[in-house]
């Protein structure tokens, strides 16, 4: 059985830093694309970052770009995303996802076919 399980979230002030895992079972990661989303309440899921199977290629919202980074370790079948720089506005609850393709993207969600449980992230002071 294909899972995704996200782990990681937690409560931290501005400015903090937080790190992701998205832990896959029942298959091997690197022939997939991963994407993270994220899903504020009253609003809707979002794209934030992906990467490509191969790990290659990667992608940012502009909202993210140059505080968050996607990262993959083949051997624990894992993919991380390190979260910097922390605002607010971040606050959300954080997917993982992936789908059997080579590229990925961060503007639809229907990309992909398999999705985690989320992870809470709350940014306050």
């Known amino acids: 059985q294909l899972q995704l399980v996200e782990s990681g979230g937690g409560l931290v002030q501005p400015g903090g830093s937080l790190r992701l895992s998205c832990a896959a079972s029942?298959?091997?990661?690197?022939?997939?694309?991963i994407g993270w989303f994220r899903q504020a309440p009253g609003k809707e899921r979002e794209g934030v970052s992906c990467?490509?199977?191969?790990?290659?290629?990667?992608k940012y919202a502009d909202s993210v770009k140059g505080r968050f980074t996607i990262s993959r370790d083949n051997a624990k079948n894992t993919v991380y995303l390190q979260l910097n720089s922390l605002k607010p506005e971040d606050t959300a609850v954080y997917y993982c996802?992936?789908?059997?393709?080579?590229?990925?993207?961060?503007?639809?969600?229907?990309?992909?076919?398999?999705w985690g449980q989320g992870t809470q992230v709350t940014v306050s002071s």
């Open positions: 990467s490509s199977s191969s790990g290659g290629s990667t």
């Open positions: 996802a992936a789908t059997k393709t080579t590229r990925c993207t961060v503007v639809t969600a229907n990309w992909y076919e398999y």
């Open positions: 029942g298959f091997i990661l690197d022939t997939y694309a």
